[in-house]
Structure formats: structure tokens, C-alpha cells
């Protein structure tokens, strides 16, 4: 298309300088006016060169944007960071449990029969040793009163022959005879004692007596309970924890309690732990005790149960979005002489929104915690804090 234009404007110009040769104004005006022409049509290009210098523009465009980009990119991408710095930390694990009284009892009858006295009210306190139920003995007390009798006799006849025995008026045979009728007559009343000993129910230890389930004249045998018996303060916790736990629980850590019902937490201790891992479970069972003077905290209810199993007052904490999680390794950003260098950790214990690190930071390193898919190594970073 330029060739043929630039023939078009050979021809002209030779025709403007014959006529221009001839002379004349008609010349002047017939040269100046092709001339004008060919100009223009020079100045004024086709579609297709219209198209073709557009995108000319757009590729020029193109080429400038990157060093738009760059000079967006030294001004330093805008981050929020978190500095690390040495802080209490105690390691605890979250599960459940189950309350339970520190003793409890149902109390029954060793002896059948009918019942003559109740000596309690429903749940009433009471101490040690005291007397709860009896049971009709008659029988046993006349037992006693006749082999008391006899053991009066067998002892004053034991006495006689010994005596004798010192004056060698009888044999040894006959006072052996007598010491050990008066030894079974005693053996006797110690059997009839133990007997209505049984008879009655006395309090095992201290405690809160339950709900009574007889009545006084009602016949009483050993399969029935009489009533419960609960000693409420300290209280129990039952709770099973992951076997991976199985090496750091220990007797002394300290539990909090969450009951239902009640606001605020409670504080107890482990005193004991199961010294085996359930097969089926794949947890060990641990035991705890928490003060419980009010008897606030009843026998089976449900508890959430937070185990302390450490605590490390130099931990190193970042928050968990910080943790970039990787097929090998987990990585955190730091912000670095205005840049973001990439930093592997090894963590440990979680809480619900912290991490533990134990390798890969220092104290005062000031971690990136947003951004996080815009980083890349030595990316230069704007702390905006």
C-alpha cells in the first residue's frame, strides 16, 4: 500500500513540474492542489493501518505496566506482624468427665429380720460409727443371757480346780477339763455378740444418707438396701485422656472443672492414674478429687475437665494463622530488614488460637500474620501495625 501511494505522489510531482515548466497560473493552482491531496491522503491512514497502530499502542501499553508493577512492589507490600516474645504457657488437654463421691455405700443387713428401729432421717449428716438400723435380736440376747450364766459357772468351777490342782488333790486332767469348758463358753459369747453385732447397721464412714427405701416393722433381708451413703466432700472426677498423653499425666496436676448448672470453674488434683491403657479406648484413666465443702457438686454429673499437663513460663507463642502447613514442614514470614523471609518451625502444643513453637523463632522476631498468599521470599514488606 506505501508503494503504491508513493507512486501516486511520483506522478503528481512530475506532472506539477511539466506545467510548472509550461507557465502560468493554472499550473501554480493544479500543482498546489495535487499536492495537497497526496498530503493528505499520507495524513489520513486506512482501517486497517487505524487497527494496527492500536494495538501497536496497546503492546507499548503492556510493556510499560511491569515497571509500574515494580516500582508498587518497592514501595513494599502492607502487613500486619505479631512479635514474639517469652510468655506463660501451661500445656493442658480438654476432655470429659464424670463426678463422683469420694465414698459411697449402700447399706445393707447381714442378718435377716424385721426391723424395730430406724435411727435417721433422709438425707441427714452423719458421723462415723453411728448407730443407723436395728433388727429385731431377741433370740440372740436370750442366747447371751444363758451362756453368760454358764460361763459364771464354768469360771467359778475353773477357779475351784485350780486350787486343787496347786494342793495336788486332783489331776491335771481334771483342770485342763475345766479351764477349757470356761474357754468355749467364752468363744460362745463372742460368736452370739458378732451375731447381733450384725443386727445392726452402723454408719461405715461420714457422710450425707440417702433416700430411705424401709420402714420400721417391715421385714428386712440382706439382698434389700436400707439407703444410700455418700461422703460428698472432696468429690471424685473420673476422665480418660488420649493414650499420647499417657507419658506426661502425672499424680499432683491440676484439673478445672466446668459443671453444668454451676458458674465459674472449680479447681481439684490428679491423686491417681490407671497404670494401663485400655485396649479398646486406646486412653488411660485418670482420677481426680476437687474440694467440695458446700456440697455443690453432686455424684454423676457431667464435667468438662481441663488437665494441666506442664507449664513453661519462656514458651514462644505466635498466632495459628501465622502457620503456613507444608508436605515436610511448617512454615512462618518474617519480617526482616523490610522483606519477608520464610522461617521453618517445629511446633507444639496448641491452644484455640496459639501455637507453640519450639524450634525456628527467637524472642523478638516479628511474625507476619497477614498477606499470607502474597508473600514470597524476600518480598519487601511494609509493617503496618
Known amino acids: 500500500m506505501l508503494h503504491d501511494m508513493s507512486s501516486r505522489l511520483f506522478l503528481i510531482a512530475s506532472l506539477t513540474l511539466t506545467l510548472a515548466a509550461c507557465g ?3 499550473a501554480d493552482l493544479v500543482g498546489a492542489d495535487a499536492l495537497t491531496r497526496s498530503a493528505s491522503d499520507l495524513r489520513a491512514p486506512t482501517s486497517e493501518t487505524s487497527g494496527e497502530a492500536d494495538a501497536a499502542d496497546r503492546r507499548a501499553a503492556e510493556r510499560d505496566e511491569p515497571a509500574q508493577n515494580e516500582t508498587s512492589e518497592a514501595e513494599g507490600l502492607a502487613v500486619k506482624t505479631y512479635q514474639v516474645e ?3 504457657f501451661d500445656e493442658a488437654v480438654q476432655v470429659t468427665g ?3 463421691a469420694n465414698e459411697e455405700v449402700e447399706l445393707r443387713a447381714e442378718e435377716d429380720g424385721r426391723v424395730i428401729g430406724l435411727h435417721f432421717d433422709e438425707g441427714q449428716r452423719v458421723a462415723v460409727g453411728e448407730l443407723l438400723v436395728k433388727i429385731n435380736d431377741a433370740d440372740l440376747q436370750a442366747q447371751r443371757r444363758r451362756a453368760e450364766v454358764e460361763r459364771e459357772l464354768a469360771a467359778q468351777r475353773e477357779a475351784r480346780t485350780r486350787t486343787l490342782l496347786a494342793e495336788r488333790t486332783i489331776s491335771q486332767e481334771v483342770y485342763d477339763e475345766a479351764r477349757g469348758r470356761l474357754q468355749v463358753l467364752d468363744a460362745e459369747l463372742e460368736l452370739i455378740a458378732a451375731r447381733i453385732a450384725r443386727t445392726e447397721i452402723h454408719a461405715p464412714f461420714a457422710g450425707v444418707l440417702g433416700l430411705r427405701q424401709v ?3 417391715s421385714y428386712l433381708t440382706s439382698s434389700q438396701a436400707v439407703a444410700t451413703l455418700q461422703s460428698l466432700d472432696p468429690i471424685k472426677i473420673d476422665f480418660a485422656v488420649p493414650e499420647k498423653y499417657a507419658s506426661t499425666v502425672r499424680t499432683g496436676a491440676d484439673v478445672e472443672l466446668e ?9 481439684g488434683r490428679v491423686y491417681a492414674v490407671e497404670p494401663r491403657i485400655d ?3 486406646r486412653t488411660i484413666q485418670v482420677r481426680a478429687q476437687a474440694p467440695n465443702p458446700q456440697r455443690r457438686l453432686l455424684p454423676g454429673a457431667f464435667a468438662k475437665v481441663r488437665l494441666v499437663l506442664g507449664s513453661d513460663d519462656e514458651a514462644l507463642l505466635v498466632p495459628s494463622i501465622a502457620l503456613i502447613p507444608g ?4 512454615t512462618v514470614y518474617v519480617a526482616e530488614a523490610g522483606t519477608a523471609q520464610p522461617r521453618q518451625v517445629r511446633v507444639g502444643r496448641r491452644t484455640a488460637d496459639r501455637v ?3 524450634e525456628g523463632l527467637e524472642a523478638g522476631d516479628r511474625v507476619i500474620v497477614s498477606g499470607l498468599q502474597q508473600l514470597r521470599p524476600g518480598l519487601a514488606v511494609k509493617v503496618d501495625d
Do not use: Y
Not at 459443671?259 to 479447681?267: E, I, K, L, N, P
Not at 508436605?327 to 511448617?330: C, I, N, S
Open 259 to 267: 459443671v453444668a448448672g454451676h458458674d465459674g470453674t472449680f479447681t
Open 24 to 26: 502560468g497560473p493554472a
Open 98 to 100: 464424670e463426678l463422683r
Open 279 to 281: 485396649a479398646n479406648t
Open 215 to 217: 420402714s420400721e416393722g
Open 356 to 358: 507453640q513453637i519450639l
Open 327 to 330: 508436605l515436610e514442614a511448617t
Open 86 to 88: 517469652p510468655r506463660s
